[in-house]
């Protein structure tokens, strides 16, 4: 299932381009560079809404390598009683 990525500018000029690319995969629609809105095929919609998807199958969805993340560091302490 191949994603597309249209600009909202180029789906307002080419709506049908879009809805032809939405039957094969996503069409992930930026605003300004960044992804914004999601089209889908009504069939793909009801495919995702209808059953639950565990995380790593949400992550590996086409397209998303496209997409920069850069989640911040944390670093966590535990602390352990002292048993001494």
């Known amino acids: ?25 996503p069409v992930f629609i930026t605003h300004r560079g960044k992804p914004a809105h999601l089209l889908l095929s009504i069939e793909d919609y009801r495919r995702l809404a209808g059953q639950r998807r565990s995380l790593v199958e949400a ?20 602390h352990r009683p002292d048993l001494g």
């Open 1 to 25: 299932m191949p994603a597309t990525t249209v600009a909202s500018r180029e789906l307002n000029q080419h709506i049908g381009y879009a809805k032809k690319a939405a039957k094969s995969g």
């Open 59 to 78: 992550l590996s969805l086409p397209g998303l390598a496209d997409i920069d993340f850069e989640p911040s560091t944390v670093r966590i302490e535990t």
